[in-house]
Every structure is written in C-alpha cells, then in structure tokens.
C-alpha cells in the first residue's frame, strides 16, 4: 500500500513536472499579455486537462494490472456503443 502510494505521489509529479505540461505553462506565463482573453482562458483549459489525463494515465497504469486496464477499455467502448446507439435511435 505504501509502494502504491509512493507510486502514484511520482506519477502526479511527473504530470504537473512533465516536459509538455512544463512547455505549456511556459508558453502562458510568456505569452499572456499577447493572448486574448478567450485564449487565455482556453490555453489555461487545455494545460489543466493535460495534467489531469497524464495524472490520470499514469494513475490507472499504477492501480489496474493489464489485464483489468483491458477490460476497463473494453467497458468504456461498450458503453460508448450503447449511447451512440440510444442516441441514434432518438433521432
């Protein structure tokens, strides 16, 4: 439990300290005053969501074996599935 711990303190480390989330963070701070405050507003979306799915990521690989992260992927399509074919068929 610990190890885990361990593990998932260094993966959201690596998410917010990742060379991409890094570039982004540097590319708001330098180009703020030249960004509309629409861009702004979606470059600092865009750095926050690519954080949390690289946290995310790094998070899922830690806690499922390969095995349930397949099945996980799985479930996910299969429900992508049914709602597309729930919402076809209201149409």
Same mark, same amino acid.
């Given at each position: 439990?610990? $190890?885990?711990?361990?593990?998932?303190?260094?993966?959201?480390? @690596?998410?917010? !300290?990742?060379? @991409?989330?890094?570039? !982004?963070?540097?590319? #708001?701070?330098? @180009?703020?005053? =030249?960004?509309?405050?629409?861009?702004?507003?979606?470059?600092?979306?865009?750095?926050?969501?690519?954080?949390?799915?690289?946290?995310?990521?790094?998070?899922?690989? #830690?806690?499922?074996?390969? @095995?349930?992260?397949? =099945?996980?992927?799985?479930?996910?399509?299969?429900?992508?599935?049914?709602? =597309?074919?729930?919402? $076809? =068929?209201?149409?």
């Amino acid at each position: 439990m610990l $190890s885990t711990a361990s593990a998932l303190i260094e993966a959201t480390q @690596e998410a917010v !300290m990742g060379d @991409e989330q890094m570039e !982004m963070a540097a590319f #708001i701070v330098h @180009e703020r005053q =030249n960004l509309s405050q629409d861009d702004f507003a979606k470059a600092m979306f865009m750095y926050s969501t690519a954080i949390a799915a690289t946290a995310v990521d790094k998070a899922t690989k #830690i806690l499922l074996t390969k @095995e349930q992260f397949a =099945n996980l992927v799985d479930t996910i399509d299969e429900l992508e599935t049914i709602k =597309n074919e729930v919402l $076809s =068929n209201g149409e």
